[in-house]
């Protein structure tokens, strides 16, 4: 079974910058996660997705990230525009979402790693 | 106050150590737990998920969960340096909801 794809691995861009990062799910998995790391910390959750619904977005600074899942399979999360701050790691997760067993454990994928100069 | 709070590191220990792995948290209504590995440059990876209080083992891996006390732990029997990662705690209030994750603790294992 494939594992969560995400792209770019890495990204370096000036501030005020946009750059968008892409996510394809495990097949079948309903639910879509996007994460944001920052170093030496958890991931905190940015907007999670149920098929094209959005669950959650209480922390996805609006101002400047967006995130859309298409047909309810891939995403893609953008940054527009970038702040220093923004440096970190952005991890896609997905699971079941909804029935058999284990259903909403959360597969992640490798992440994009974002500098911003 | 966090809502989670995971010892700091980093921890090294020789191999064969057995190693205990905590976080407290604030959040009653917790019910999931789980503890993923993060190697260096890659995602999280699910290691053990319990649901409510309890113990669970899996091979060399122990996780226990003390809802009364709001704390969690995992023990890593005949710690291997194949262990060496950052270890995540993480909870969520409700089946399919978002995860809460502890700070992690990076994990040396000395051959």
């Known amino acids: 079974e494939a594992g969560v794809a995400q792209s770019p691995r890495y990204k370096i861009i000036e501030k005020r910058q946009s750059v968008a990062f892409w996510c394809n799910p495990i097949?079948?998995?309903?639910?879509l996660y996007w994460y944001q790391q920052i170093l030496g910390q958890g991931p905190k959750l940015l907007i999670q997705f149920q098929n094209n619904g959005v669950v959650d977005d209480s922390q996805l600074p609006k101002d400047r990230f967006s995130a859309e899942r298409l047909k309810g399979v891939d995403s893609t999360l953008k940054i527009q525009p970038a702040k220093l701050e923004d440096s970190a790691v952005y991890l896609c997760a997905s699971s079941l979402g909804t029935g058999g067993p284990s259903y909403n454990e959360q597969f992640f994928g490798p992440g994009t790693r974002l500098t911003v100069l | 106050q966090k809502e989670v709070e995971q010892d700091p590191g980093p921890l090294s220990v020789p191999e064969g150590a057995i190693v205990s792995l905590n976080c407290t948290y604030s959040n009653s209504a917790f019910q999931y737990f789980m503890w993923y590995r993060q190697y260096s440059r890659k995602g999280p990876e699910l290691l053990m998920y319990?649901?409510?209080?309890g113990n669970k083992e899996d091979g060399r891996f122990t996780a226990q969960v003390d809802k009364s006390s709001k704390y969690i732990s995992l023990f890593i029997r005949d710690s291997q340096p194949s262990d060496s990662a950052t270890y995540l705690c993480a909870m969520s209030a409700g089946a399919n909801s978002k995860l809460t994750f502890g700070k992690g603790i990076t994990l040396s294992v000395r051959p």
């Open positions: 319990t649901y409510s209080s």
């Open positions: 097949s079948g998995h309903a639910t």
